[in-house]
């Protein structure tokens, strides 16, 4: 990626707020980014240790938690740095290109991701005697990956079509991470084309996603209403709602700020902590709040730690 950029630094503003916050919301990002990595792992522990959980639904859940906690950590570190010391906000050019190709990268895949889930959802409550032979391992690796090489290509794009400019000064960027649109304003060239192929790009995939995962719910509520046994349908309606959160919480701030115009950098930023921050977390507390058979093998593997530790003190 060649350009005539001068600035071989950038500087990270970092979340409006007043000096006298910093140690407070230090804290608190710091709780949440090590909940948020510990929880994703431990749902990673637990679907691979059981064997019940080898099903379609938690393999793609196995995913969402990887992504998760890479997503997480690919702008809140840094953001503890900026809270941390002045010194933290600096940020090197390709260092900011990596950061962005990261966060697009994961965001996009995770996008594909429930888009995926959902999908599968629909099978298995629409046709749920086939379900099995429609949704083998071959097929469920085959979807995971297409979401991965999705991801890949639209942040390539989206990330391409940002540094392609020529950077020469000021370098503060007005964010507490490197994203396209406040990156796009310190560029010393004309930007309304690389802004418009961004905003089509970003507008596609999620505008389509969504409304591929609104029409699969739409499904998946009607073929719930034709389910007689009303234990079948509550537990159908369970399993669902979990994913439901999720998705709202993940696409409703992210369309709202890229899909809207007359960006604003403050409200930008606060907004932005809900989808990098809040529902990373979201996905552990969530999957196993409201999902019996984690809880249960959670359960079993907490049973298995104890008995292997008394055990070996005998």
């Excluded at 840094?78 to 697009?104: D, E, W």
């Amino acid at each position: 990626m060649t350009n005539a950029s001068h600035v071989t630094t950038f500087l990270l503003m970092g979340l409006p707020h007043a000096p006298v916050l910093d140690i407070p919301l230090f804290g608190i990002f710091l709780v949440i980014y090590v909940l948020t990595v510990v929880g994703n792992l431990v749902i990673l522990l637990v679907i691979m240790m059981n064997s019940h959980l080898h099903t379609p639904m938690y393999y793609f859940l196995t995913n969402l938690s990887f992504i998760d906690m890479w997503f997480s950590t690919v702008t809140v570190p840094k953001m503890l740095m900026t809270l941390a010391s002045p010194g933290g906000r600096t940020i090197s050019f390709h260092g900011c290109v990596a950061q962005l190709y990261s966060f697009h990268f994961l965001g996009s895949t995770e996008c594909f991701l429930y888009t995926v889930m959902s999908y599968d959802r629909y099978l298995a409550i629409s046709y749920p005697l086939r379900y099995s032979s429609m949704m083998r391992g071959r097929t469920c690796a085959l979807l995971a990956t297409s979401t991965w090489l999705s991801g890949s290509l639209h942040s390539a794009v989206q990330t391409s079509l940002t540094f392609c400019l020529p950077y020469c000064g000021p370098s503060q960027i007005q964010h507490y991470f490197c994203d396209a649109p406040p990156i796009l304003k310190l560029a010393c060239a004309g930007t309304s084309v690389n802004e418009m192929v961004i905003f089509v790009n970003i507008g596609i995939v999620g505008s389509g996603c969504f409304l591929l995962i609104v029409l699969s719910y739409v499904s998946i509520v009607c073929s719930i209403l034709k389910i007689r046994n009303s234990e079948g349908r509550h537990r159908a309606f369970q399993t669902c709602a979990s994913h439901c959160i999720v998705v709202l919480c993940f696409f409703g701030p992210a369309i709202f700020t890229y899909l809207r115009l007359g960006s604003k950098d403050a409200v930008d930023e606060v907004v932005a902590v809900f989808y990098t921050v809040l529902t990373p977390l979201l996905n552990p507390v969530v999957y196993t709040l409201r999902n019996k058979e984690v809880k249960k093998a959670l359960l079993k593997l907490k049973y298995k730690v104890t008995f292997s530790q008394s055990k070996s003190m005998l």
